[in-house]
C-alpha cells in the first residue's frame, strides 16, 4: 500500500514568507507526528496528533510554527515569517495508534530553504 | 529528559565484515526501541523495532538486541555489503504513541 507523502519535496523561500508544507499519512493510522532534520539539531519531535485528542505541541521552537489536521488524515505544518534558522528537512510519520507496536513509517521528507 | 547516543557518528568497513552499530539511552523507561536507516536526501525506513520487553529482534541479515536496563542497543548486519551504506538511527519513545527521541546516527560506508 502507499506510505507517507509529503509535498512539496523541495521549497525555497525568501526571508519573512509563510510557507505551508503537507503531510499524507497512511491510510487508516490515527497517529501522525512532525520533525525536523537540521545539520546542527539531529531529528528533532516538533507536533503530534493522536485522532481527536488535542495535539502535543512541545516541540514547536516558537509561535510562527503552527500544524493542524483536518478529517484525522492530512496534516499541514505551517511556518510564518520564515527565517533562515527555518531551514532543514521537515519529516512527517504516522503510526496506527493501535496495538502494542506503535511503529512510526516515515514519509521522504520536505526540503526547506529560506534565503 | 531522555537523551540517546550513537557511537561511533561515522564508520567504514570493507565488503563482507559484519557491521556493529551501539545506541544507548539515559532513561530506561522506554516503549520500544526502532533503528532506522537513512539514504541521503531520503526519508527514514524503519529497519527493526523492539518491544521493550523482547530482548532481541531479527529481519534477514540484520539482528538487534536490547538491554533496557542498561540502557544499551546494538544494530549486527552480517556480511555487509555496498548497498548498506547509509546512515543509522536509533530512537526511542517513553510509552505507547509518544514522540521519538533520535540518536546523532552512525553514517557507514561500506567499501567494495
Known amino acids: 500500500g502507499a506510505g507517507v507523502s509529503q509535498s512539496p519535496s523541495n521549497k525555497v523561500t525568501e526571508k519573512g514568507k509563510d510557507v505551508e508544507l503537507r503531510c499524507d499519512p497512511i491510510?487508516?493510522?490515527?497517529?501522525l507526528y512532525w520533525y525536523r532534520q537540521s545539520l546542527g539539531q539531529g531529528l528533532e519531535f516538533l507536533i503530534y496528533?493522536?485522532?481527536?485528542?488535542?495535539?502535543?505541541k512541545s516541540g514547536l521552537p516558537s509561535d510562527r510554527f503552527s500544524a493542524e489536521r483536518t478529517g484525522g488524515s492530512v496534516s499541514t505544518l505551517t511556518i510564518q515569517r520564515t527565517q533562515q534558522e527555518d531551514s532543514a528537512v521537515y519529516l512527517c510519520a504516522s503510526s496506527s495508534g493501535r496495538g502494542n507496536r506503535n511503529e512510526q513509517f516515515f514519509g521522504p521528507g520536505t526540503r526547506l530553504t529560506v534565503l | 529528559k531522555q537523551e540517546v547516543t550513537q557511537i561511533p557518528a561515522a564508520l567504514s568497513v570493507p565488503e563482507g565484515e559484519n557491521l556493529v552499530l551501539n545506541c544507548s539511552f539515559t532513561d530506561s523507561a522506554i516503549y520500544n526501541l526502532q533503528w532506522f536507516r537513512q539514504d541521503p536526501g531520503k526519508g527514514l525506513t524503519s529497519l527493526l523495532l523492539i518491544q521493550s520487553s523482547q530482548r532481541e529482534q531479527t529481519s534477514g541479515r540484520l539482528n538487534a538486541s536490547l538491554d533496557k536496563s542498561s540502557g544499551r542497543s546494538t544494530l549486527y548486519i552480517a556480511a555487509s555489503q555496498p548497498g548498506d551504506s547509509a546512515t543509522y538511527l536509533c530512537a526511542v519513545p517513553k510509552a505507547a504513541g509518544n514522540k521519538l527521541t533520535f540518536g546523532g546516527g552512525t553514517r557507514v560506508l561500506v567499501k567494495p
Open positions: 491510510s487508516g493510522h490515527t497517529a
Open positions: 496528533f493522536q485522532g481527536n485528542s488535542a495535539p502535543d
